[in-house]
Every structure is written in structure tokens, then in C-alpha cells.
């Protein structure tokens, strides 16, 4: 069983950035494909950045893309999210995730399990 503890989160201005950070205990996370997912106020979680279990490969939404950097320390169990030039739509809550198998993985349904989350607040 893994668990995972989001932090980082935070609320700032426009422009700002953030690191959030996904710590897990229970196993280690080198054979785990992780991914940052977000679900802002009344709609779907939607899919942010994903990473293989290497840290060679990763994927962003469209979004993020630019501005977001998803990356991960084996040695520490950890994955981040630096989150730079942060517009008031990144507001949500962000939550990270694993998958078994390492590859990477995009879609919520087949995640393995999940953090609780950190919220993200960026005013205009």
C-alpha cells in the first residue's frame, strides 16, 4: 500500500510560482508511473502533467504546457510539480497519483491510488 502526501500548495497572485511536492511512504516509487492531476470548484479533475518511473519521459496538458515542469526523486520517494507563471484558472485543488507499471499514464480511471490534495489558489 502506498500512500502519498501532497504539499506546497498555497494561495498567491498572478504571475507567482509554486513547487508542490507528493511524498510517499509504504513502497518505493521508482516502478510507479506518477502524474498530477487537478479538479478546480464544480467541475471534473483533469489531467495536469504525468512522468514515467524513470523521470526520461513526460507528458502536460495543453495548459500547463510552458509553464509547468513535473520531475521526481527516486531517492527520496518524491515527485514535484514547479508551477510557474500562475494564472487564476490553475486554481483547484491538485492532487498526485501513481500507477503501477511505470508507464505513463494520463487518464484519472486508471491511476492506482491518490493523495488527498493540496489547494492551489491564484488571485487576479
Known amino acids: 500500500q502506498v500512500q502519498l502526501v501532497e504539499s506546497g500548495g498555497g494561495l498567491v497572485q498572478t504571475g507567482a510560482s509554486l513547487r508542490l511536492s507528493c511524498a510517499a511512504s509504504?513502497?518505493?516509487?521508482?516502478?510507479?508511473?506518477m502524474a498530477w492531476f487537478r479538479q478546480a470548484s464544480g467541475k471534473e479533475r483533469e489531467f495536469v502533467a504525468a512522468?514515467?518511473?524513470?523521470?526520461?519521459?513526460?507528458q502536460y496538458a495543453d495548459s500547463v504546457k510552458g509553464r509547468f515542469t513535473i520531475s521526481r526523486d527516486n531517492a527520496k520517494n518524491t515527485v514535484y510539480l514547479q508551477m510557474n507563471s500562475l494564472k487564476p484558472e490553475d486554481t483547484a485543488i491538485y492532487y498526485c497519483?501513481?500507477?503501477w507499471g511505470g508507464g505513463i499514464c494520463t487518464t484519472t480511471g486508471d491511476m492506482d491510488f491518490w493523495g488527498e490534495g493540496t489547494q492551489v489558489t491564484v488571485s487576479s
Open positions: 512522468i514515467n518511473w524513470s523521470g526520461m519521459f513526460t
Open positions: 497519483a501513481g500507477r
Open positions: 509504504g513502497r518505493t516509487l521508482s516502478t510507479y508511473a
